[in-house]
């Protein structure tokens, strides 16, 4: 039986970015490439609907390998697996159900003329914690590391992202990357921004994460900044969007 797919991160219906969110009733304009996120308007915003994902039940029968790639560390390599319940790193597995948290982010290291790309991603299953970490250079090895974010994107943050979503519905407040969530704004430092002002989001230049920008115009002002080296923080600029959406009275894109 296939249906309209719950909100999530799904493959960007107009192909400029691998994934978009899917807020669940329309495409919204956070985009991931290489599994680093961004904010792309565009044909979501401004040009109307477009076709929904889909969901069958009949996914869910058989095991589906995604991703397998050996990756290098150091004077080594390990193998890095994914199929449609968990992600494996050498002989460890982590069940995306299990999952309550990740971070992932790419680092640059120069050495004389020589430089290679550093990829990291965490994950959080309660207390206990497991890092992916490889380097190297060139499409093979990036192209694994945007798949495997994808993957989480798809089967774990989704997930993390409607739990968050449906506490808040319940009047509980909710923790992500040191800001404080209720059904009436955000809280960081004693300092409130309510979801009836606008938001938006700036990429930091030399660091993986976002300013969180209140308002517009000569009045704005960076009200957070968030790092995606924290647990979920990666997961901050479509949750907050979302609660604009679900709280917000005034906001519209």
Sequence with gaps: MAGTAPAGWHPDPWGRH?????????????????????????TATT??????????????????????????????AKRLVADDRGISWGRHSVPYSQITAMAYWVTTVVAVVVYNHGYRIDLWEGKEHTTITFSGW????RGAYSKAVDILLHYSGTR?????????????????????????????????HSWDVPLSFQKMADFPGVYVVDGVGPKAKVIAQVSFMRPNGPLVPPLLEACQRRYGSSWTL
């Design 138 to 141: 060139g499409e093979r090895i």
């Design 18 to 42: 691998e994934v978009r969110y899917w807020d669940g009733t329309r495409w919204t304009e956070h985009v991931s490439d290489g599994g680093i996120a961004s904010v792309d308007g565009g």
């Design 47 to 76: 040009g109307g609907a477009y076709h929904s994902p889909t969901w069958t039940a009949a996914a869910d029968a058989t095991r589906h390998v995604l991703l397998d790639e050996r990756l290098p560390i150091g004077v080594g």
């Design 160 to 192: 993390i992202c409607n739990d968050l979503l449906s506490a808040l519905d319940a009047d509980q407040s909710v923790e992500i990357a040191g800001l404080t969530l209720t059904r009436a704004g955000i809280t960081r430092k004693k300092q409130f």
